[in-house]
């Protein structure tokens, strides 16, 4: 079809489709019968038309677009559209062909020489043509354009008239402003001062948008009715309705309509993945780049929020949620609630690792480690190959162990857990703040539209039922239907949790058979750097492996979601969030918690060592600890996913989908290139752009990595400072790609972020029992202070090394286990040390756990009890003492209920007063007529009694 053609609602009568020529089955979405009027602008509108912003008339903005795909298939397409509208209601079945295919002889002996159309292209136009009208048939108002820039892709605008708007707004209830303002609650006094001074102080980092600027009136909102349309100021009616409002209205229409094709019924959601339309989306208000562009909310977004140049500045809410809706704005308001919160997290960490540093030359144990006085020889690290080595050598990884593992973590550990409580209250006091600001205070989610898939699965049902004759209620899928899709689930999760498992178990391997080939090298240099290098070896392939298993994992997440056809498409989000959560949770932190609580527990003792495979000798921690292990494996794989996954990722991939449309246009027809050269609309600029995917990436990222902050913090002090530089770049990238580089998401109403609250919840919890374990289990905290109040001699440090290591008998080791080479160290040993708190070899019970042993697990098991449940007790204190509600918000609710209650009031004495009068005007009307049949004096007393009462009832 090479005209542009807009279709406008009309007087109708519902009618069926009727197609008699199949070839021409390619316009019939043009053919709507006598509710269809169908009008070809003139090619001159196009200049009014303000880039595809608005129909060609140049008036009525496009709220909503519809793209599909769609063949050239000969001259027929040249007539579509031409309805003779006196002639509609009168003809007859033969004639109603004729009408159709206008021309009728002439162009059916054309189009019997051009090959005949697929059948499910003629079948998505039909669909097409069907669920149009039905559009229509709700009052939208709908324009085609075929002759586009992009070949082969037709594009349907849809427009929102006045009564449309308000008749949704009223279904919706949305609340929209009044006529009525009042002043929001003033601060007085030293409160107002310190108030006016942090506004001047701030306004630096403030954009330069309208929200940031200081505004004590606001107007009463309302939930909008059409009979209460005076309370509203309609002045300006095209204005009334933004945007996204308008866009959301549509879409609850296209959502609610649809079309019937036999008994298959199809909503938008249907259509869309069946490829009927290819593309639904509404536009972007303009350009948001070069100087030439009109100013528009995009390009203000785009200049105050969605510029690296200012990362310091705060994000414009207001704005983005006016723009995009609520849901995403409440991602970016919690997303800037994190990241603040951060802040006071980065510092805290930054000092507790500044007294690491300053305090590592006082630290005794270290010192007695590289005491090179201490002839304290080691026992091997691995049989044969290995050989007796020096305690001395091991002094650097000491050192840097005591850089995060003293007593100013255990602090730091606490605050972490009370700085996770605050943040969630932080955040809920927030929420509601934005809840009062954009009206949501009353707002409760309706039950949604069930899903396409649900609906087709259901229809299934049905038509089963109908084939063995049985009668069919309205049916619905009960768990027996999803029992398949249950137990598929179920096995596929614990199959993918065992392929982690098994994943970390290889990299075990690894370890244990690269740290014995480099104790066999000749390389001196290879040998003394073995735990570095196989541990970061390790890392990088944790690393490489969980990249790859996460994008994995969230296909699959999605794919075990969809058989169980979930209802709604909140039921289907909900699931697929815990099902990919959960899994990339393991996927996360297997690694880290094989390090921070396996690693070294199981190694067994000289001359009984515990063997994988009967081979394989288990892996032992350094004599400093497993921290510091666990420090490099968290900071790598932390720094590791936030570099390439969050952010070359993000960054990489646009530009490189860029690139290959770049190149395919190079590659383009003659005909194409003629296409190309005409000037690009907005709908079809909007739909290069990539297609909105969801919140669930961008929160699932920011929830993993308030794992890594909270959960094994301890170990790493520095992680919320690297969190903090990561956000900051976070929110200028996710801010760049909403408004550059994806399509306009349909604006969608929420009043908090859902279940991702609870798993922040459950993560907070959970942090503080890792953090108890880790400091009690992991660090060497616990058997420092049973030492110094238990065992020391003077009530220092001194000789704690010496009391976690035991003695070996080197005699006693098994046959074939013995170092090759004794001799390496210069002398021959006797005795080796190990750590381990177990008995001598000259004990009677020798090489069984000592009573040392027993002392400080007792010692590690209540510091745990008495960390967690006091840790617990404090962050429910917090959650306690916070309210939720910040008081002034709670009170302006309350003045807004109290104004409307007594808008209401004068506006029903308004009525009444205004009844009565007319009441009294009438009785004095019947007066006057009877005052023609009695004396004049009579009349006039009457006449003037009754005025004087009248005017004394409207005084009271």
Same mark, same amino acid.
């Given at each position: 079809?090479n005209?542009k053609?807009?279709y406008?609602p009309?007087a109708?009568e519902?009618?069926d489709?009727?197609?008699?020529?199949?070839?021409?089955?390619?316009?019939?979405?043009?053919v709507?019968g006598d509710f269809m009027?169908l009008?070809?602008?003139a090619p001159?509108q196009d200049?009014?038309?303000?880039?595809?912003i608005?129909?060609?008339?140049g008036?009525?903005k496009?709220?909503?677009?519809?793209?599909y795909?769609y063949?050239?298939?000969?001259? *027929?397409? /040249? #007539?579509?559209g031409?309805?003779q509208?006196n !002639?509609?209601?009168?003809?007859?079945?033969t004639?109603?062909? @004729?009408?159709y295919l206008p021309?009728?002889?002439k162009d059916l002996?054309k189009a019997?020489?051009?090959?005949q159309?697929?059948?499910h292209e003629?079948?998505?136009?039909l669909?097409?043509?069907?669920y149009?009208?039905?559009?229509?048939?709700t009052?939208?108002e709908l324009e085609?354009d075929?002759?586009?820039?992009?070949?082969?892709v037709?594009f349907?605008?849809?427009?929102?008239?006045?009564n449309?708007?308000?008749?949704?707004?009223e279904?919706?209830?949305l609340?929209?402003?009044?006529?009525?303002?009042?002043?929001s609650?003033e601060t007085h006094?030293i409160?107002?001062k310190?108030?006016?001074l942090a506004?001047k102080?701030t306004?630096p980092i403030?954009?330069?948008?309208?929200?940031?600027?200081?505004? *004590?009136? /606001? #107007?009463?909102?309302?939930?909008f009715?059409? !009979?209460?349309q005076h309370?509203?100021d309609?002045?300006?009616k @095209?204005s009334?309705?933004?945007?996204?409002t308008?866009?959301?209205?549509?879409?609850e229409?296209l959502?609610?309509?649809t079309?019937?094709?036999a008994?298959?019924?199809?909503g938008?959601t249907?259509?869309?993945?069946?490829a009927?339309?290819s593309?639904a989306?509404?536009?972007?208000?303009?350009?948001?780049?070069g100087?030439?562009?009109?100013?528009?909310?995009?390009?203000?977004?785009?200049e105050?929020?969605a510029?690296y140049?200012?990362?310091?500045?705060?994000?414009?809410?207001?704005l983005v949620r006016k723009?995009f809706?609520?849901?995403i704005?409440?991602y970016?308001?919690?997303l800037?609630?994190?990241t603040q919160?951060?802040?006071p997290?980065?510092?805290v960490g930054?000092i507790?690792?500044?007294?690491?540093c300053?305090t590592?030359d006082?630290?005794i144990?270290?010192m007695?480690?590289?005491d090179?006085?201490e002839?304290?020889s080691?026992c091997?690290?691995?049989?044969k190959?290995c050989?007796?080595w020096k305690?001395?050598s091991?002094c650097?990884?000491?050192?840097a162990?005591h850089?995060f593992?003293?007593?100013?973590?255990?602090?730091?550990?606490i605050?972490?857990?009370?700085?996770?409580?605050?943040?969630?209250?932080?955040?809920?006091?927030?929420?509601?703040?934005?809840?009062y600001?954009?009206?949501?205070?009353?707002f409760?989610?309706?039950e949604?539209?069930?899903?396409?898939?649900y609906?087709?699965?259901?229809l299934?049902k049905?038509?089963?039922?109908?084939?063995?004759?049985?009668?069919t209620?309205?049916?619905k899928l009960?768990?027996?239907?999803?029992f398949?899709?249950?137990?598929?689930?179920?096995v596929?999760i614990?199959?993918m949790?065992?392929l982690t498992?098994a994943i970390v178990f290889?990299v075990?391997?690894?370890?244990?058979?690269?740290?014995?080939?480099?104790a066999?090298?000749?390389?001196p240099?290879a040998?003394?750097?073995v735990?570095?290098t196989?541990?970061?070896?390790?890392?990088?392939?944790?690393?490489?492996?969980i990249?790859i298993l996460?994008?994995v994992?969230?296909?699959?997440?999605?794919?075990l979601?969809?058989i169980?056809?979930?209802?709604?498409?909140?039921s289907?989000?909900?699931r697929?969030?815990f099902?990919?959560?959960?899994l990339?949770?393991?996927?996360?932190?297997?690694?880290?918690?094989?390090v921070?609580?396996?690693k070294?527990?199981?190694v067994?003792?000289?001359?009984?060592y515990?063997?994988?495979?009967?081979?394989?000798?288990m892996?032992e921690?350094a004599?400093g600890g497993?921290?510091?292990?666990?420090?490099?494996?968290?900071?790598?794989i932390?720094?590791?996913k936030q570099?390439i996954?969050n952010n070359?990722?993000?960054?990489?991939i646009?530009?490189?989908?860029?690139?290959i449309?770049?190149?395919k246009?190079?590659?383009?027809?003659?005909?194409?290139?003629?296409?190309?050269a005409?000037k690009?609309?907005?709908?079809?600029?909007?739909?290069?752009?990539?297609p909105f995917?969801?919140?669930?990436?961008?929160?699932?990222?920011?929830i993993i990595q308030?794992?890594?902050?909270t959960?094994?913090?301890?170990?790493?002090p520095?992680?919320?400072?690297?969190?903090?530089?990561?956000?900051?770049?976070e929110?200028?990238?996710?801010?760049k790609k909403?408004?550059?580089?994806?399509?306009?998401?349909?604006?969608?109403r929420a009043k908090d972020?859902?279940?991702?609250?609870?798993i922040?919840?459950?993560?907070?919890?959970?942090a503080?029992i890792?953090?108890a374990?880790?400091?009690s289990?992991?660090?060497d905290f616990i058997?420092r202070l049973?030492?110094?109040?238990?065992?020391s001699?003077?009530?220092?440090m001194?000789?704690?090394i010496?009391?976690?290591?035991?003695?070996?008998n080197?005699?006693?080791?098994?046959?074939?286990?013995?170092?090759t080479?004794?001799?390496?160290l210069g002398y021959?040993?006797q005795?080796?040390?190990?750590?381990?708190?177990?008995?001598p070899p000259?004990s009677?019970?020798?090489?069984d756990?000592?009573?040392?042993f027993w002392?400080?697990?007792?010692?590690?098991?209540?510091?745990?009890i008495i960390f967690q449940?006091?840790?617990?007790?404090?962050s429910?204190?917090?959650?306690?003492?916070?309210?939720d509600?910040?008081?002034?918000?709670?009170?302006?609710?309350?003045?807004e209920k109290?104004?409307m209650v007594?808008?209401f009031?004068?506006?029903?004495?308004?009525k009444l007063?205004?009844?009565?009068s007319f009441?009294?005007?009438?009785k004095?009307?019947?007066r006057a007529e009877?005052?023609?049949?009695?004396?004049?004096?009579?009349?006039?007393?009457?006449s003037?009694s009754?005025?004087?009462?009248?005017?004394?009832?409207?005084q009271?």
């Amino acid at each position: 079809m090479n005209v542009k053609e807009k279709y406008l609602p009309f007087a109708y009568e519902e009618k069926d489709i009727n197609i008699i020529n199949i070839k021409a089955i390619e316009d019939i979405g043009y053919v709507q019968g006598d509710f269809m009027i169908l009008n070809s602008l003139a090619p001159d509108q196009d200049a009014v038309s303000k880039n595809g912003i608005y129909f060609r008339d140049g008036k009525k903005k496009v709220d909503y677009v519809l793209a599909y795909h769609y063949k050239k298939s000969g001259s *027929l397409r /040249k #007539h579509a559209g031409r309805i003779q509208q006196n !002639e509609s209601s009168s003809r007859s079945q033969t004639g109603k062909q @004729d009408h159709y295919l206008p021309g009728r002889s002439k162009d059916l002996e054309k189009a019997e020489n051009e090959p005949q159309m697929d059948y499910h292209e003629d079948d998505k136009r039909l669909r097409r043509a069907e669920y149009e009208g039905k559009l229509m048939e709700t009052g939208l108002e709908l324009e085609r354009d075929e002759e586009t820039k992009t070949h082969g892709v037709g594009f349907v605008k849809i427009h929102a008239p006045w009564n449309v708007l308000c008749r949704e707004a009223e279904f919706m209830k949305l609340k929209m402003p009044t006529k009525k303002v009042f002043e929001s609650k003033e601060t007085h006094g030293i409160m107002q001062k310190i108030h006016s001074l942090a506004y001047k102080l701030t306004k630096p980092i403030r954009p330069k948008v309208k929200e940031h600027k200081e505004n *004590l009136v /606001k #107007h009463l909102s309302y939930p909008f009715s059409r !009979e209460k349309q005076h309370l509203f100021d309609l002045s300006d009616k @095209d204005s009334f309705f933004d945007s996204k409002t308008r866009s959301t209205i549509v879409y609850e229409i296209l959502k609610r309509t649809t079309c019937t094709k036999a008994k298959y019924s199809m909503g938008i959601t249907s259509l869309l993945a069946n490829a009927v339309y290819s593309a639904a989306y509404p536009l972007h208000d303009g350009d948001c780049e070069g100087e030439n562009a009109d100013p528009n909310d995009r390009k203000l977004l785009y200049e105050e929020w969605a510029s690296y140049g200012v990362f310091y500045k705060y994000q414009p809410i207001d704005l983005v949620r006016k723009y995009f809706g609520e849901k995403i704005g409440l991602y970016f308001a919690w997303l800037g609630v994190y990241t603040q919160m951060l802040i006071p997290a980065s510092i805290v960490g930054i000092i507790v690792f500044l007294y690491g540093c300053a305090t590592v030359d006082e630290d005794i144990p270290s010192m007695e480690m590289c005491d090179q006085r201490e002839n304290i020889s080691m026992c091997p690290l691995c049989d044969k190959t290995c050989s007796y080595w020096k305690l001395s050598s091991a002094c650097s990884t000491a050192r840097a162990s005591h850089l995060f593992d003293n007593p100013a973590t255990v602090f730091f550990s606490i605050f972490m857990a009370l700085w996770a409580a605050m943040f969630m209250e932080h955040w809920k006091r927030r929420q509601m703040r934005l809840n009062y600001r954009w009206d949501l205070t009353g707002f409760e989610e309706e039950e949604d539209h069930p899903r396409a898939e649900y609906e087709a699965k259901v229809l299934q049902k049905t038509q089963r039922k109908e084939h063995k004759d049985k009668e069919t209620e309205k049916e619905k899928l009960t768990w027996k239907d999803r029992f398949l899709a249950y137990l598929t689930n179920f096995v596929g999760i614990i199959f993918m949790i065992g392929l982690t498992f098994a994943i970390v178990f290889g990299v075990i391997i690894y370890r244990i058979s690269t740290a014995t080939a480099i104790a066999v090298s000749s390389s001196p240099s290879a040998k003394s750097n073995v735990r570095v290098t196989v541990t970061a070896t390790a890392v990088v392939i944790n690393l490489v492996v969980i990249l790859i298993l996460d994008e994995v994992y969230g296909s699959i997440a999605r794919w075990l979601t969809q058989i169980e056809v979930p209802r709604t498409d909140k039921s289907f989000e909900e699931r697929l969030i815990f099902k990919a959560f959960l899994l990339k949770f393991v996927n996360a932190y297997t690694p880290i918690f094989y390090v921070a609580f396996f690693k070294g527990r199981f190694v067994g003792c000289p001359g009984s060592y515990v063997y994988l495979f009967q081979s394989f000798r288990m892996e032992e921690c350094a004599p400093g600890g497993c921290l510091m292990e666990l420090c490099i494996q968290l900071s790598i794989i932390m720094l590791g996913k936030q570099l390439i996954q969050n952010n070359l990722f993000e960054i990489g991939i646009p530009k490189m989908k860029k690139l290959i449309r770049y190149l395919k246009s190079k590659r383009q027809s003659s005909v194409q290139l003629e296409e190309h050269a005409k000037k690009k609309k907005r709908y079809e600029t909007d739909y290069n752009l990539e297609p909105f995917s969801g919140l669930t990436p961008e929160y699932m990222e920011m929830i993993i990595q308030f794992g890594f902050v909270t959960l094994f913090v301890a170990s790493f002090p520095l992680a919320p400072l690297f969190a903090l530089l990561n956000n900051i770049i976070e929110i200028r990238l996710d801010a760049k790609k909403f408004v550059a580089e994806l399509r306009r998401p349909v604006a969608v109403r929420a009043k908090d972020i859902g279940i991702w609250y609870n798993i922040l919840r459950a993560v907070g919890k959970l942090a503080v029992i890792i953090n108890a374990f880790v400091i009690s289990f992991t660090s060497d905290f616990i058997p420092r202070l049973v030492y110094l109040y238990m065992y020391s001699r003077d009530g220092t440090m001194h000789g704690f090394i010496n009391h976690t290591l035991s003695y070996f008998n080197v005699s006693h080791f098994q046959p074939g286990t013995e170092p090759t080479d004794p001799l390496e160290l210069g002398y021959a040993v006797q005795i080796c040390r190990y750590k381990d708190y177990r008995e001598p070899p000259w004990s009677e019970n020798k090489y069984d756990i000592s009573k040392e042993f027993w002392a400080v697990l007792a010692a590690r098991l209540a510091f745990v009890i008495i960390f967690q449940n006091l840790v617990m007790f404090m962050s429910d204190f917090v959650d306690w003492i916070i309210p939720d509600i910040p008081k002034d918000i709670s009170e302006q609710i309350h003045k807004e209920k109290v104004l409307m209650v007594e808008l209401f009031i004068k506006e029903e004495q308004g009525k009444l007063q205004l009844l009565e009068s007319f009441s009294s005007h009438e009785k004095d009307k019947k007066r006057a007529e009877n005052c023609n049949n009695h004396s004049p004096r009579l009349c006039r007393s009457r006449s003037g009694s009754a005025l004087s009462l009248h005017s004394h009832h409207l005084q009271m």
